[in-house]
């Protein structure tokens, strides 16, 4: 199966900075990376995806960049808000085996500093 | 819409009991599935389903079983409650088979004591 690690843990920057988090996935057949945003008590939302066609795809603040080679993958947030602090998850989706699915990394606690 | 529901919000169980988490969603997705969230862990698949009828396991199934009658609802089964089963449970779908923007429900707390 897949399995994807997530770094960091957590991460704390100025408001107004960039923020950048790294994914890395095993599966080089895996074709689909989303990312999503959990505030609080809240459920997980999109954000951002990219599929593996792509080497980068930009929404506002919001980029995403994919390097297949290397099977790893990055969310950067440019000129960080307050509203920006959440736990954020990368995601690979894999189809094969039997199995088809989103696996999910371990998360990263952005905290946006006033 | 109503996108996709769960209920309860909240449960206790005692060791050893049983119920079912309920599931439903009215955008006509093929895709759903159940996730548990614990904390540090991020999302672990559970079990997932690409159409009425047919279900498959994810990751982590042992303990749980689902059923796909119709194509709104995906229920999910807790035969017999172990504490380690104590989470927040998040069903999803999604228009594609597990590709595309999956929609979360607003999750279950279930504690297990």
């Known amino acids: 199966g897949e399995n994807v690690e997530q770094h960091p843990s957590t991460l704390s920057v100025q408001e107004g900075d960039s923020a950048v988090i790294k994914c890395t996935y095993s599966d080089s057949a895996s074709n689909y990376f989303p990312w999503y945003k959990q505030e609080l008590g809240k459920r997980p939302q999109l954000i951002i995806d990219?599929?593996?066609?792509?080497g980068e795809k930009k929404d506002q603040r919001i980029a995403v960049t994919l390097n297949k080679t290397a099977k790893h993958f990055s969310l950067h947030i440019t000129e960080t808000q307050p509203e920006d602090s959440a736990v954020y998850f990368c995601a690979a989706h894999y189809s094969g085996g039997g199995a088809d699915g989103l696996t999910f990394g371990k998360g990263t606690h952005l905290i946006i500093q006033p | 819409n109503a996108g996709v529901t769960q209920t309860p919000k909240f449960q206790v169980l005692k060791t050893g009991q049983s119920m079912t988490l309920q599931c439903a969603q009215d955008?006509?997705?093929?895709?759903m599935s159940w996730y548990r969230q614990d904390p540090g862990m991020g999302l672990r698949l559970i079990h997932y389903?690409?159409?009425?009828?047919?279900?498959d396991q994810g990751e982590v199934p042992n303990g749980y079983n689902v059923s796909r009658s119709t194509t709104e609802d995906f229920p999910l089964r807790l035969l017999s409650a172990a504490p380690s089963q104590t989470s927040v449970y998040f069903c999803?779908?999604?228009?594609?088979?597990?590709?595309?923007?999956?929609?979360f429900g607003p999750g279950t707390r279930l504690t297990v004591t």
């Open positions: 999803a779908s999604t228009k594609l088979a597990g590709e595309g923007e999956q929609y």
């Open positions: 955008m006509n997705h093929e895709y």
């Open positions: 389903s690409v159409g009425a009828g047919i279900t």
């Open positions: 990219i599929r593996s066609n792509v």
